[in-house]
């Protein structure tokens, strides 16, 4: 039986409009984007961890806490109105060209949500390693 690739992708782009530089801004010591590569590394069944950015100074960061950045993303992934799943498609489709590597399993985060629970994160792919009829599970929270 062939061993189930999954992989988290977190997506950080530059050029936040809300909050400028927000991915890597100093939150209790640590940049944003530190709480989510560091809970995708707390999963033991997650394989890779991937940050998907358009910026060398986020892939640097990114990099420095122990993510894979294989390439810089296209500027015309990244704009305001470009939706999630736009931005994941492409990095999977480059990240197949380049390396020829395409994951089972994805593991989204979102850089903003700092409050991530580790059992939920383990729950939602085992509802996936599980259950070969559903496509996706996720975790909501008021």
């Excluded at 704009?79 to 994805?106: A, C, H, Q």
Aim: overall charge positive; hydrophobic content about 40%.
């Amino acid at each position: 039986m062939k061993k189930v690739k999954i992989v988290s992708i977190i997506l950080a782009r530059s050029g936040s409009k809300g909050l400028k530089n927000k991915n890597i801004l100093n939150l209790n010591g640590k940049p944003l984007i530190y709480y989510a590569i560091e809970a995708a590394q707390s999963s033991k069944k997650i394989d890779r961890v991937f940050v998907s950015t358009d910026s060398a100074k986020i892939s640097r960061i990114a990099k420095f806490y122990g993510a894979e950045v294989p390439f810089l993303r296209k500027k015309k992934y990244s704009g305001d109105f470009v939706s999630t799943e736009t931005s994941l498609r492409n990095f999977l489709n480059e990240l197949e060209k380049k390396e020829r590597y395409y994951p089972d399993i994805i593991v989204y985060f979102q850089i903003t949500d700092i409050f991530r629970n580790l059992k939920l994160i383990n729950i939602c792919i085992n509802n996936l390693l599980k259950n070969n009829k559903i496509d996706s599970s996720f975790v909501v929270t008021p």
